[in-house]
């Protein structure tokens, strides 16, 4: 009688002891979501922000550049195709959409810097240095939401803690990859 008690008794401290890792570990998953979708709300704003921005520049410009016409024209789709994707929360497409349009920034910033009327704009000059900020917050706002998806990511792959994860229906975040062509200098051909 008291082996079956004890048995019991312990049965109940197991399933007690269990109760209360899943809970925790269900709250700390949580937790590391709302940290992950915090980062991506805040990149996301900036990104706006961002997508907004440039076609103030581009009309600026493109006003003293007529000949850069189809330039302009394929800078306003990839800006469409990364603002479509970043609604769409469709990192892959963001990711290939971004490179992009990384890609056509030193294009955009020699143009620019070919007509010095438009370096001498001090709107464009205002819009320019805003957009550098900008760039440099979307970087920053990058590493942010690939460290805390990184965290998420791990955390729900680690044994045991991958059960919690599929109990919760916790999934894989994919990370912001967006090579930095900014640094590269394009060479200006007429």
């Given at each position: 009688?008291?082996?079956?008690?004890?048995?019991?008794?312990?049965?109940?401290?197991?399933?007690?002891?269990?109760?209360?890792?899943?809970?925790?570990t269900w709250n700390r998953f949580h937790k590391l979501e709302r940290a992950v979708e915090l980062s991506?709300?805040?990149?996301?704003?900036?990104?706006?922000?961002?997508?907004?921005?440039?076609?103030?520049?581009?009309?600026?410009?493109?006003?003293?550049?007529?000949?850069?016409?189809?330039?302009?024209?394929?800078?306003?789709?990839?800006?469409?195709?990364?603002?479509?994707?970043?609604?769409?929360?469709?990192?892959?497409?963001?990711?290939?959409?971004?490179?992009?349009?990384?890609?056509?920034?030193?294009?955009?910033?020699?143009?620019?810097?070919?007509?010095?009327?438009?370096?001498?704009?001090?709107?464009?000059?205002?819009?320019?240095?805003?957009?550098?900020?900008?760039?440099?917050?979307?970087?920053d706002g990058r590493e942010y939401y690939n460290s805390e998806a990184t965290v998420f990511n791990t955390?729900?792959?680690?044994?045991?803690?991958?059960?919690?994860?599929?109990?919760?229906?916790a999934r894989r975040r994919d990370l912001i990859d967006i090579p930095d062509f900014m640094h590269n200098?394009?060479?200006?051909?007429?």
């Open positions: 009688m008291v082996v079956i008690l004890f048995a019991g008794f312990f049965v109940l401290l197991l399933g007690g002891v269990g109760m209360v890792w899943i809970v925790s991506w709300a805040n990149y996301e704003s900036l990104a706006k922000m961002k997508y907004e921005m440039l076609p103030d520049l581009t009309e600026m410009v493109k006003g003293y550049a007529k000949h850069e016409i189809q330039f302009f024209e394929q800078l306003f789709i990839a800006r469409q195709a990364a603002s479509g994707a970043l609604l769409a929360k469709n990192l892959p497409q963001l990711n290939m959409a971004e490179s992009n349009l990384s890609q056509m920034m030193p294009r955009f910033n020699a143009l620019s810097e070919a007509y010095p009327e438009v370096k001498a704009d001090k709107h464009f000059l205002d819009l320019s240095n805003k957009l550098v900020r900008l760039e440099e917050q979307l970087a955390a729900i792959g680690m044994l045991p803690d991958t059960i919690v994860a599929s109990m919760k229906g200098d394009y060479v200006m051909s007429f």
